[in-house]
């Protein structure tokens, strides 16, 4: 039950924190509503890919230890973001994708890059493990 809650709020509010705090810095404290835009757009914008993210992450947690399956999910979310950008995009504007928007895509990645990673740390089932494996009484 704590994997859809870290992932589908904790994770997008991380993204929009992280982007108002960028945004701020850039266009400083004169425009504030610019800055709720750019935090909410974020906010739904990353839904889909932790989404996504959380859904790879709780399959993963059956196999793989807590440290790998952070980083996996770090790069799962950030593919997933490059992804996004790119085809929304492609599907508003060209067929062809410009080195700009690359980089916009690279810097959208980067920024789900950090809070995907931290929220498969915190949905960490480590209790429900330790209730699995009972000692073999004689």
């Given at each position: 039950m ?10 997008p509010s991380?993204?929009a ?7 701020a ?16 757009v ?20 059956r196999?793989?230890?807590?440290l790998?399956?952070?980083f ?12 996004l ?6 599907m ?20 789900l890059?950090?809070?995907m990673?931290?929220c ?15 000692p073999?009484?004689?």
């Open positions: 704590k994997r859809p809650v870290v992932f589908l709020l904790l994770g991380l993204v924190l992280a982007v108002s705090m960028v945004a810095a850039i266009v400083g404290r004169i425009d504030d509503s610019f800055i709720a835009v750019c935090a909410m974020s906010f739904l914008l990353t839904l889909p890919v932790s989404t996504i993210t959380g859904l790879v992450d709780g399959y993963l947690a196999g793989l230890p807590p790998l399956r952070a996996l999910a770090a790069a799962i979310g950030m593919m997933g973001a490059i992804g950008v790119l085809a929304l995009f492609k508003m504007f060209s067929p062809t994708v410009p080195p700009e928007v690359m980089n916009g895509a690279l810097c959208a990645g980067f920024f890059l950090l809070p990673g931290v498969s740390l915190l949905s960490n089932d480590i209790d429900r493990r330790r209730h699995l494996i009972e073999a009484c004689a």
